[in-house]
């Protein structure tokens, strides 16, 4: 069993900055890839950007240029800072592994962008 736990979000004016953190707990061995989604309401989740263990990245179209995906192989954690956010980059944003064929999620955390 592998647990996901997030923080970091909040409320921020558009232009602003957040970082998330999401620490994997649980597994037995290294995690490969490491993912954000997000969920807006009325919208399906979608994949925000992803990691590998070996620090390959892949972003969304939607958010490239602003959001930089990271993480610390040794604690298990993965970033998300995302710059200039905009009203539309409010959502839910969830971690999300892949560990032995199994997919777990995060609880989720609120990301709110005012205009």
């Known amino acids: 069993q592998v647990q996901l736990v997030e923080s970091g979000g909040g409320l921020v004016q558009a232009g602003g900055s957040l970082r998330l953190s999401c620490v994997a707990s649980?597994?037995?061995?290294?995690?490969?890839?490491m993912r954000w989604y997000r969920q807006a309401p009325g919208k399906a989740r979608e994949l925000v950007a992803a990691i590998t263990s070996g620090g390959s990245t892949n972003y969304a179209d939607s958010v490239k240029g602003r959001f930089t995906i990271s993480r610390d192989n040794a604690n298990n954690t993965v970033y998300l800072q995302m710059d200039s956010l905009k009203p539309e980059d409010t959502a839910v944003y969830y971690c999300?592994?892949?560990?032995?064929?199994?997919?777990?999620w995060g609880q989720g955390t609120q990301v709110t962008v005012s205009s």
């Open positions: 649980g597994s037995q061995s290294s995690i490969n890839t």
């Open positions: 999300n592994v892949n560990y032995y064929f199994r997919n777990y």
